[in-house]
Antibody, heavy 118, light 109 residues
Framework: QVQLQESGPGLVKPSQTLSLTCTVS??????????WSWIRQPAGKGLEWIGRIYTSGSTNYNPSLKSRVTISVDTSKNQFSLKLSSVTAADTAVYYC??????????WGQGTLVTVSS | EIVLTQSPGTLSLSPGERATLSCRASQSVSSSYLAWYQQKPGQAPRLLIY???SRATGIPDRFSGSGSGTDFTLTISRLEPEDFAVYYC??????????FGPGTKVDIK
């Protein structure tokens, strides 16, 4: 079955760029009418939607993060990626990648903790 | 951007009781695009309900969703021990942001 796995540095320095990749296994990222999302969750807090991308490259971003976020897709590698620039301690969170469509977000990665600290 | 509010913040109930969780939107949400998720500690969220009232694959029928417009409800008819968790609603039909509510924690009384 299809699975998602986040990867990337667990520690990022303030003002630098956070970069994460989500690898899709067990199926093609291009199959179906899915969009591919990034969602984050600070410790002990709720879920925050970051943005999504279709394999066509079309994107939507959370307005509060839009100036700092870039989501991209590499269909040849079956991966999509997140870049968040100018990070601060407030960006410390568990970052999830996920798959969604008209029937909701039905598949999630296990999540990866990213800490912003010098 | 649509803002979602969930109530109550915490719901303390016993196994076997009925749980009623509310999600209210700042503006009308197409019922086709309102979802509910369950999250347990240390786990990723799990999709329970999509389209306001349709159960996701493998979700027990004790979970049901209802509502339209700005008011939505998740009902758990009889709480099982594994149902004690945090529940989030999400609207996913209105760009640019697919917002989540702040969550309702269902804990054991």
């Amino acid at each position: 079955q299809v699975q998602l796995q986040e990867s990337g540095p667990g520690l990022v320095k303030p003002s630098q760029t956070l970069s994460l990749t989500c690898t899709v296994s067990g199926g093609s990222i291009s199959s179906g009418s899915y969009y591919w999302s990034w969602i984050r969750q600070p410790a002990g807090k709720g879920l925050e939607w970051i943005g999504r991308i279709y394999t066509s490259g079309s994107t939507n971003y959370n307005p509060s993060l839009k100036s700092r976020v870039t989501i991209s897709v590499d269909t040849s590698k079956n991966q999509f990626s997140l870049k968040l620039s100018s990070v601060t301690a407030a960006d410390t969170a568990v970052y999830y990648c996920a798959r969604g469509d008209l029937l909701g977000t039905d598949l999630w990665g296990q999540g990866t903790l990213v800490t912003v600290s010098s | 951007e649509i803002v979602l509010t969930q109530s109550p913040g915490t719901l303390s109930l016993s196994p076997g009781e009925r749980a009623t969780l509310s999600c209210r939107a700042s503006q009308s949400v197409s019922s086709s695009y309102l979802a509910w998720y369950q999250q347990k500690p240390g786990q990723a969220p799990r999709l329970l309900i999509y389209g306001a009232s349709s159960r996701a694959t493998g979700i027990p029928d004790r979970f049901s969703g209802s509502g339209s417009g700005t008011d939505f409800t998740l009902t758990i008819s009889r709480l099982e021990p594994e149902d004690f968790a945090v529940y989030y609603c999400q609207q996913y039909g209105s760009s640019p942001g697919f917002t989540f509510g702040p969550g309702t924690k269902v804990d054991i009384k």
